[in-house]
């Protein structure tokens, strides 16, 4: 999560919080990340772009 930009130590801190690994954030739908105070679409995209296999928004075919 350090390597992401625009996640710093309170949006880390509050995910881990909620998640509890990095492994459950990774798996979490763009929704579920959204319901987390601070966390903006550009950083759910961000996110899932380190992920990989989906699309900016977390929908693996791109569609919508």
């Given amino acids: 999560l350090d390597q992401i930009p625009g996640i710093g130590a309170v949006k880390r801190t509050r ?28 950083d759910v995209e ?3 772009a380190l992920g990989g296999g989906e699309d900016q928004l977390g929908r693996k075919d791109g569609g919508e």
């Fill in 15 to 42: 995910l881990l919080k909620a998640f509890g690994s990095v492994k459950r954030i990774a798996a979490a739908t763009p929704e579920e990340l959204l319901n987390i105070p601070g966390i903006t679409r550009r």
């Fill in 46 to 48: 961000a996110l899932k």
